[in-house]
């Protein structure tokens, strides 16, 4: 978010205000633009080129983009919602992580199914 007064532009961003021309990229100095991501390094911005972006992991069922909690068997990714027990036909929830197995054939099942 940029807030303009009369004589400043300022960038909000890590809970703080900053001047725009302030808000630099702590690895190589470079201003961090309002609209553009970075990482927190120590209360200080981070640039995705300096630190490269972010690894994204798709959901091997919907191909949507998972963010948060996934499920991980061999090179696949999921979204707990979208694995179902075999067995049950119910989705999982990452509450019930440790109550997941998989089967030799792959399969995903509750424990008590």
Do not use: M
């Amino acid at each position: 978010a940029v807030v303009s007064t009369q004589s400043c532009h300022y960038a909000g961003g890590l809970d703080k205000f900053w001047h725009h021309e302030c808000f630099r990229c702590v690895s190589c100095n470079r201003v961090v633009s309002p609209t553009e991501s970075f990482y927190d390094k120590d209360g200080k911005p981070d640039c995705f080129n300096c630190r490269g972006a972010p690894q994204v992991f798709t959901c091997g069922i919907c191909n949507q983009t998972i963010s948060g909690q996934r499920l991980i068997y061999l090179a696949n990714t999921y979204h707990y919602g979208c694995k179902r027990c075999t067995k049950c036909q119910q989705s999982f929830s990452a509450d019930q992580h440790d109550n997941i197995k998989i089967l030799a054939n792959g399969d995903f099942v509750h424990t008590n199914c």
